[in-house]
């Protein structure tokens, strides 16, 4: 077997596609079609999924689309002319977060949507498409919401401009990750302190002491025949003794029958 790196041996196009995505800022009047978009949606819909509930979806305006969501965008911001943004590209796509009702909190299936919105953008771009991702404070606007036909557990989490990518034109460059910067170990290291080594021993005696006594309450205990006996008499003594209420207070009631008689 080869000591060479795993990069020089496989081909490795999801790591290559994610290294080469840039953000346009500007692009070209081309655009793919609705089936290449559906494509690509299927695709990007397989992020993880908590329950699978599939709390999203994409709304694609083209054409007029675009003129209506420049109204809905300057009344949101209280201007008298409608914002000329939504036209810097032939296609616009809104990604909305559409809650369900489950036990996933609504955070999870908000970061489900961003994530379709995330590989989307990556397979654009790899399609051969310009992609930017557009957001702004007026994507929870009322009109703007109005304008997209949100429901009342939607929310719009913002919008991918996508055009062809221009030929003389240079995508927006950013800074080399610096990872090391962002990843870290538990505090501690790989090595578990001494004291939580004996902690987690002592737990798990304790849990097991505790399971050994409750199952030693379960055990059924042998009948004690004489204590059953004498609380079989006592509840035969009470019996009895309501019963001779019960008689007395009939006797009074015949005898004050017989005195109203008379």
Same mark, same amino acid.
């Given at each position: ?7 020089? =041996?496989? *081909? ?22 609705? *089936? ?26 083209? &054409? ?31 990604? !909305? *977060? ?13 970061? !489900?949507?961003? &994530? ?13 498409? &310009? ?22 557990? =939607? ?32 505090? &501690? ?71 109203? !008689?008379?």
């Amino acid at each position: 077997m080869s000591d060479a790196a795993p990069d020089a =041996e496989l *081909a490795r196009p999801a790591l290559e596609a994610v290294r080469a995505r840039r953000s346009w800022s500007k692009v070209t009047d081309a655009a793919p079609t609705h *089936a290449e978009l559906v494509t690509l949606v299927s695709a990007a819909g397989r992020v993880a999924d908590h329950s699978s509930l599939r709390p999203w979806r994409i709304i694609e305006l083209r &054409g007029d689309d675009r003129r209506v969501l420049g109204a809905a965008i300057a009344k949101a911001e209280g201007d008298a002319k409608p914002s000329t943004k939504p036209l810097r590209a032939p296609l616009v796509i809104a990604v !909305v *977060a559409s809650y369900r009702h489950s036990k996933v909190p609504r955070w999870e299936q908000e970061a !489900v949507a961003s &994530g379709v919105a995330h590989v989307l953008s990556l397979l654009l771009d790899e399609a051969g498409w &310009g992609v930017f991702w557009r957001t702004g404070s007026y994507t929870r606007s009322k009109a703007v919401a109005k304008a997209h036909g949100l429901g009342k557990d =939607e929310e719009l989490l913002g919008w991918l401009y996508v055009g062809g990518k221009p030929e003389r034109s240079r995508p927006s460059r950013r800074k080399a990750v610096d990872a090391h910067s962002h990843v870290s170990r538990m505090p &501690g290291g790989a090595a578990l302190p001494d004291e939580l080594v004996h902690w987690r021993k002592d737990s798990a005696k304790a849990a097991a002491k505790k399971k050994k006594a409750k199952k030693g309450k379960k055990a059924k205990k042998p009948t004690d025949w004489v204590a059953k006996a004498e609380k079989a008499e006592r509840k035969a003594q009470k019996a009895e003794r309501k019963a001779q209420k019960a008689a007395q207070r009939a006797e009074k009631t015949r005898a004050r029958a017989a005195t109203t !008689v008379e």
